[in-house]
């Protein structure tokens, strides 16, 4: 597992705590100010939910070095949820929110037990399988309403106050949606609970062997994933009012996989980063139509064979090499 | 009109037999799953794509070359087997040493590439492939009418998974696998030569993949993602035999699409997800599948 070791890689980036701060401090203004600079608003909230989606998979991926094929359920079926509760139940965006969420850690924590009772290539192949079963669910399901899928889902107004329907505000709001995730996961990460998820990933039956219960860890990180990537789904149906199969299907897996390939496993910006080449890619070449496929498939290729460690971990590289 | 089990008797046996078809497809495909596993540690993402690419060059030998089926069903296979083989020596064979998980990945990569570009010259309506004159037709069989055609997919498909079985089972070449399997290093030091073994079973396993796409371009069209769900299907049943032993694949394969067509005759709504609760619950029990050894 040597080139998924990207431990040290993050602080490569970010240099002493002092530079780490300046730059969160500058990628945080820039986000703050981004719909004063004439950046397309929906652009960014969507880059944002992908960052979010991302970040979250990493969590598996990068930290327990569980590769994951199925987190397209967890996104989709949150969305779905938040979804119905919004528009037919009736709830408050906020509240829709959470129960996407807490339905898809749910079903990760489900899924998770699963899953972990086969290790390596398996658990690719299983969490695919059984992301399967969740998508021809939600073709068949009432309330997700097949190949439409559910439509003109209310924003609403954030604790019955602010009106979601001002562009602004739905911003700020994904925004604020985002810096929670992103610190949940970065917590997570520099806890002790994150250490031993890194153990887990470097040498499983050495931690075995030092009495912690490998399984419990493994599968509270899958709930915590899975519920990270709902909460990411459930914020993307509020923002574009629609939750579809897109969402469930397992190219939305693939997606995420190459996101957080893309930029860096294991790495804590890494995600990020993939998140916004790959949705600018998709944006920039949705003109070119199925082409996109190939592309992405293509990117794919050469991330695998020619930079493993993905942008970040490689630009960490040459500035540790210094 | 005699009834089984509340079933009228030829719904149940065409649905039996359609979920042996189906079954004959995904023991060929877990069967190539298995030995590429097996030999190079690494999971095929590409098959579904490259079972398809089997039925697509069935179709241009017929529409561009006029070479009908026959010759296709060996020429089809070669084609996609030699394909195999560039991208074993051009890629795969650069990340053995490395995480199982890029295997995956690439193989994955490639599956996107090689659909999206069908994709894009054939669109997603599919293209027709007529049934061999020879194999028109059915016979009558007194409880049901069995399709010439799906007759012979099945006992052929048997007929090369037991050829594959005895080939690795049988024979000095499939020892030779076999104990590449076990101990690549010592294999070596006896002075054969594994890489060369490990491109030809992934060209093999590849090829096998591509005639399943020839048997199946007459069943259903010839459509640029018919590989796609499949391999979904096939991974869960690779998960429920276990990926230890050739004949726990066939039998697996043969047995889901058996379940699967029982699930459309009694409970149409399940059909497609059946298979996934079966991985989940030989998940629970035998988490190390039906015919797969308890390994670490």
Known sequence: MTTLNARTETRAILGSPQAGYVLTGAVALFVLAAPFLGIYPIFLMKLLCFALFACAFNLMLGYVGLLSFGHASFFGMAAYITGHTVKVWGLTPELGIIAGALVAAALGFAFGALAIRRQGIYFAMITLALAQMVYFFSVQAPFTHGEDGIQGIPRGAFLGLVDLGETLNIYYFVVAVFAIGFFIVYRTIHSPFGQVLKAIRENENRVISLGYRVNHFKIAAFTLSAGLSGLAGATKSIVFQAATLTDVHWTMSGEVVLMTLLGGMGTILGPIVGAGVVISLQNYLATVGSWVTVIMGAIFVICVLTFRRGVVGELARILRGR | ?296
Request: with cysteine; charged share 10%.
């Open chain 2, 1 to 296: 009109m005699t009834e089984l089990l509340g079933v009228p008797a030829p719904v149940l046996f065409g649905q039996l037999l359609l979920g042996l078809i189906n079954g004959s497809f995904y023991a060929l495909l877990s069967l190539g799953l298995a030995v590429i596993f097996g030999m190079l540690n690494v999971i095929n993402f590409a098959h579904g794509a490259l079972y398809m690419t089997g039925a697509f060059v069935a179709w241009f030998l017929l529409n561009y070359l006029g070479i009908g089926y026959w010759p296709a069903l060996i020429l089809a296979p070669l084609v996609v087997g030699a394909f195999g083989i560039v991208l074993e020596k051009t890629m795969l064979s650069r990340l053995y040493k490395l995480d199982h998980l890029y295997g995956l990945l690439l193989t994955f990569g490639l599956a996107l590439i090689i659909e999206g570009l069908f994709r894009n010259a054939y669109g997603v309506s599919g293209q027709p492939y007529p049934i061999p004159s020879a194999l028109q037709g059915g016979q009558n069989l007194g409880f049901m009418f069995l399709p010439t055609y799906r007759g012979w997919v099945v006992v052929a498909s048997i007929i090369v998974c037991f050829g594959t079985w005895f080939l690795v089972e049988r024979t000095r070449f499939g020892a030779y696998l076999r104990a590449a399997v076990e101990n690549q290093e010592l294999v070596r030091a006896f002075g054969i030569n594994v890489p060369l073994l490990m491109t030809l079973a992934y060209g093999f396993a590849v090829a096998l993949a591509g005639f399943a796409g020839v048997l199946a371009a007459p069943i259903y069209q010839v459509n640029p993602l018919m590989g796609q769900d499949l391999i979904i299907v096939v991974f869960a049943i690779v998960v429920i035999g276990g990926l230890g032993s050739i004949l726990g694949s066939i039998v697996t394969g043969l047995g889901i699409g058996v379940v699967e067509g029982l699930t459309k005759t009694f409970y149409p709504e399940a059909s497609a997800t059946v298979v996934f609760l079966i991985m989940a619950i030989v998940l629970a029990l035998r988490p190390h599948g039906l015919f797969g050894r308890p390994r670490a």
